[in-house]
């Protein structure tokens, strides 16, 4: 306890004497950015502010001095709050398999990789959420320190995920980077990579499986449309023989 104290004891005067002590002080007390992040918005919440002041003190026996938290510093509590989320945050692509939607809120998301992500929402984001269940999205969010690693305690950001580009397709090296429309099929349960112009249409129980599936339909294709001359193909294949060869 009395650790504590003398840690935030040294935060507040460091914030008082101006914004580097305040940020030395932060670093020398706590190295993990997420830990930061939560130590910010609790002591955010310690701040003076217009219409009231805030003093504290030190001391577990009864207090004698306080020391006036500053005011008009939110600003710059907010700021480094940013800077941290941007230091601390992971991103996922996936989709949602299951939303329980009373107390505590979390959904699970699948990731591409294949694994399964319990994320705690706000009440705010429940129609977004149900309006892309089994969806593939974006999130971006703070995971948890804890035991259970497989957590995410807070999102910053959250967004339908609707297309990848690779310049790479399992061995085929591609002159230019392909452009795959990102699905996920409800009824099979599976990932689906479309590309119209070059006529993908791949499927996976797995991210990975899908961008095998799409290699074979390259490969397969060029298999085919390149046995013949161009006079022998219809005007769609004629198409796709242009496109296949443009990467």
């Given at each position: 306890?009395?650790?504590i ?31 930061k992040?939560k ?6 919440k ?19 001095n ?19 989320t ?6 996922l ?13 979390n959904?699970?998301?699948t990731?591409t990789?294949g ?15 149900h ?38 397709i ?18 099979l ?12 249409n ?5 991210f990975?499986?899908?961008?095998e ?20 193909l ?14």
């Amino acid at each position: 306890f009395n650790e504590i104290n003398s840690d935030i004891e040294k935060m507040v005067r460091c914030l008082i004497e101006g914004d580097t002590e305040f940020i030395n002080a932060l670093s020398d007390s706590i190295k993990d950015p997420g830990e930061k992040l939560k130590f910010l918005k609790s002591f955010k919440k310690l701040l003076s502010r217009n219409g009231y002041d805030v003093s504290i003190q030190f001391l577990q026996e009864r207090p004698k001095n306080y020391i006036r938290m500053p005011s008009n510093r939110e600003d710059f509590i907010d700021k480094l709050i940013d800077e941290y989320t941007s230091q601390a945050a992971v991103e996922l692509h996936g989709v949602i398999t299951r939303i329980k939607g009373d107390e505590p809120r979390n959904f699970v998301i699948t990731t591409t990789e294949g694994k399964k992500i319990v994320c705690h929402y706000p009440e705010e984001m429940e129609s977004f959420l149900h309006n892309h269940w089994k969806d593939p999205i974006f999130i971006k969010g703070i995971l948890s320190k804890s035991i259970r690693k497989n957590e995410m305690d807070e999102i910053v950001d959250i967004s339908p995920f609707n297309s990848v580009t690779k310049d790479q397709i399992g061995k085929l090296q591609l002159l230019k980077p392909l452009k795959l429309e990102v699905k996920f099929n409800k009824k099979l349960n599976k990932w689906n990579l479309v590309n119209p112009e070059l006529a993908i249409n791949a499927f996976g129980k797995s991210f990975s499986e899908a961008f095998e599936d799409v290699e074979d339909s390259i490969e397969s294709t060029v298999s085919v449309i390149f046995q013949f001359p161009d006079k022998k193909l219809s005007k769609e294949s004629i198409r796709i023989k242009n496109a296949l060869n443009s990467y």
